[in-house]
C-alpha cells in the first residue's frame, strides 16, 4: 500500500510509492564523461570571468591570477543585478519590483576534473569557508533579505558548466520555500516550546531506519517525506539559525559527513547528477528559538511532470527507510 | 535590468532574467521522433490494459474490444490505491495515512502518432467530456477531496509511453498548489470583493501585451508572473470555480483554442514536449465566489535546478510579453 507522509516542518504532503517502488540501479544512469572544451573556470583562464571577489591562493599569487586553490567570481550572466534600487512598483493589479541581488559563482578547485566528492575535506571546508565568508559580506547590504547558497553537480542537475562549482544568490525578498520552513518551524515552536528540526534529530536517532550517517557535530538523514528518492538531509546536531554563525569545528565536521555521504551516493546511484542547498535563516526577523540550519541533498533521479507542476505534491518511488539502508550499508570504493 | 514579478494569486515571486533573455530558437530541440515498439495504448491491445472504466465507442463494439475512439482505464502502475481506509495515523512527531486514492489514464486516440495538437477539435472535445465523466463518477466517493488532470506529452515532461494520453488522479488531501491558490484568490476577494482570476482577464484584455489569443469563451494569456517560459493560462471568460460545471458550449470552444495554442507551440518551439494542467475547486469548500477554474500549459524548455528547489523562486528566461508575442503571430502550418 503506497503511503501519504507529511513533511512535518512546511506541511508538504508527498506520496511514497510502493507499486513503482525502485532499487537504485533501475533509475537510469547519468554519464559522467566530461567533454572537456575551453573552461572559463579552469586555472590560467581567470580573465574569462569577471574579477574575483575572493581567493583562497598560495603566497605570492595575484589577484586574477593563477595560483589559487578557490576562487569566488560575480555570475558573468547574473539572475540579478546588484546595482540599482528596488523601486518597488503596481502595473494594474500586479506587482513587480527590479530584479537587484547578488549572484556569484564559488570555483570550487583549479582543477577541471575534480568534483566535491573527491576533493580532500580540508578542501571541501574551505568551500563552506567561502561560503561564509561571501555570505558575511553580502549581509551588510541592507537591501538583501535572504541568501541562498546551491549547488548544481551535473548537467541533467542543471549545471551548464561542467567544472565544479556553486552557486551564492542573494535577495531582496524572502522566497516561498524558506518562509514556509519559518512559518512551519515558528507554528511548531509556538505549540511545543520546542525547535521542529530538534526534535526530528531526536527522533531519527532513536528510530534509526532513515538514519544514514552521524558523527559529533552533524546527523544525516533520509527525511521522514521526501520530495525525491535518496533525498538527504545533513542537520547541525547545535541548534542555530545561522550557517554562518556555525564553530570552525562545525565546518570540519561537515565536510567529513559530506564527503563521506557523496562517496556513498556515487557508490549506490552511479554518481549521479545531484543538487545541494544550503537553507539558512532569513535575515531580518527572529528565528534564534525555531530555526535550525541544515544541507538538502537531491539526487536527480527522476523527472518532475504535470502532476507535480499542477499540485506540488510530489510522488517518490523509493521509501526513504530503503534509501537510508542503501546510504548507511554503502562501503565508499577507494579513493 | 532583471524584474521580479510576484503571482497575484499564490504570491509566489519569479525572476523574470533579461541577461539570459532567450528567444524561442535558442531552447534546445527535442526530438519528436517515435520508438515505436509494443504499446499497450493502440487499438487491439485492450488486454494489456486494466479493464476500461469508460469509453467512446462505434456502435456495435464491445466492452476492452477494439472500436473506440476514446478509452480510460485505471493506471496499471498507480501511485495510489483505490481500496481501503485511509488510516490516519502517527508515527512520533510525524503523520502519514494510507495511499487511498484513484488513478487512471485517458488514452485520447487509438492511433499511436496522433497528437493532442493534431486531432479534430471535436475529438479533442471527446478528451474533455471524457475527463467531465470521470470526475463527475470520481466525486461521488467521499473519502476524495481534490481531483487533477494533468497531460504529460513527450519523454522530458515525464510521459513514460509515447502514445498520446492524460491522467486523472483523485486525492484524500488538497494539495499544497491548489491550496495556496484557494487561500490566495480567498484573500484577495475578501478585500477586493471580486474574483482575481476575473481581474486578470480584464486587465489582460485591456493592455493586451500578454493576451495570445482568445474566442467567445476563454482567453489564452501569458500569465504575469510565469515560473516557466512560454507558460500559458487558458481562462474561461465565464466565472465558476468547477472545471466538470462547465457548459456544452465551452468545451467545443476551449477545444477550438487549446488546438489552435498547440499549434502555435509546435510551431513556435518546434513541437515541444509540455505538461498540460486543469486547475479546478477542491470540494468540500465553498469556493463559488472567489474560485475560476482554468487550465495552464507548460512547455518542457528549461531544467530546474538547486536554485528552484531550495526557494520555490524561479528564474524564467524569457519575458512573458515577448513569448505573447510570438504565440500571438505565429501561423500554425497545414495540417
Known amino acids: 500500500m503506497p503511503e501519504l507522509r507529511k513533511d512535518p516542518v512546511t506541511g508538504r504532503w508527498v506520496i511514497i510509492s510502493t507499486e513503482r517502488e525502485k532499487r537504485p540501479s533501475s533509475y537510469g544512469k547519468y554519464s559522467i564523461e566530461m567533454k572537456g572544451g575551453f573552461c572559463p ?17 598560495r603566497n605570492g599569487s595575484e589577484r586574477d591570477q593563477p595560483g589559487w586553490t578557490l576562487r569566488v567570481v560575480p555570475n558573468k550572466y547574473p539572475a540579478l543585478h546588484i546595482e540599482g534600487e ?45 561560503f561564509r565568508d561571501r555570505v558575511l559580506d553580502l549581509k551588510r547590504d541592507k537591501r538583501f533579505r535572504y541568501i541562498v547558497i546551491f549547488k548544481n553537480q551535473g548537467e541533467p542537475a542543471g549545471a ?11 535577495l531582496p525578498i524572502v522566497p516561498k520555500l524558506p518562509g514556509e520552513e519559518i512559518s512551519g518551524a515558528r507554528t511548531y515552536f509556538n505549540y511545543k516550546e520546542r525547535c521542529v528540526y530538534c526534535d526530528i534529530i531526536t527522533q531519527e536517532k532513536t528510530e534509526g531506519t532513515r538514519l544514514i550517517e552521524e558523527n559529533s557535530d552533524f546527523i544525516a538523514v533520509s527525511p521522514f517525506a521526501p520530495r525525491f528518492p535518496f533525498e538527504t538531509w545533513i542537520l547541525p546536531r547545535q541548534h542555530s539559525p545561522y550557517f554562518e554563525n556555525a564553530q570552525k569545528r562545525e565546518y570540519d565536521s561537515v565536510s567529513k559527513l559530506l564527503k563521506s555521504l557523496l562517496r556513498k551516493m556515487d557508490r549506490v546511484l552511479e554518481t549521479p547528477p545531484y543538487n545541494m542547498i544550503i537553507h539558512s535563516s532569513p535575515f531580518y526577523e527572529n528565528t534564534q528559538d525555531f530555526y535550525h540550519w541544515h544541507i538538502e541533498l537531491i539526487p536527480k533521479l527522476t523527472k518532475v511532470a504535470g502532476f507535480e507542476w499542477g499540485t506540488g505534491f510530489y510522488i517518490n518511488p523509493t521509501c526513504p527507510e530503503e534509501a537510508a539502508r542503501y546510504l548507511r550499508e554503502a562501503v565508499p570504493g577507494a579513493e
Open 41 to 57: 573556470f579552469c586555472e590560467g583562464n581567470e580573465n574569462h570571468t569577471p574579477s574575483e571577489l575572493l581567493a583562497y591562493r
Open 86 to 130: 528596488l523601486e518597488r512598483q503596481g502595473e494594474g493589479m500586479f506587482d513587480k519590483m527590479n530584479g537587484i541581488g547578488a549572484h556569484e559563482v564559488v570555483v570550487e578547485t583549479p582543477k577541471h576534473d575534480m568534483t566535491l566528492a573527491r576533493m580532500t575535506t580540508d578542501e571541501i571546508a574551505n568551500v563552506f569557508w567561502a
Open 160 to 170: 551548464s558548466l561542467e567544472h565544479s562549482h556553486s552557486q551564492i544568490i542573494a
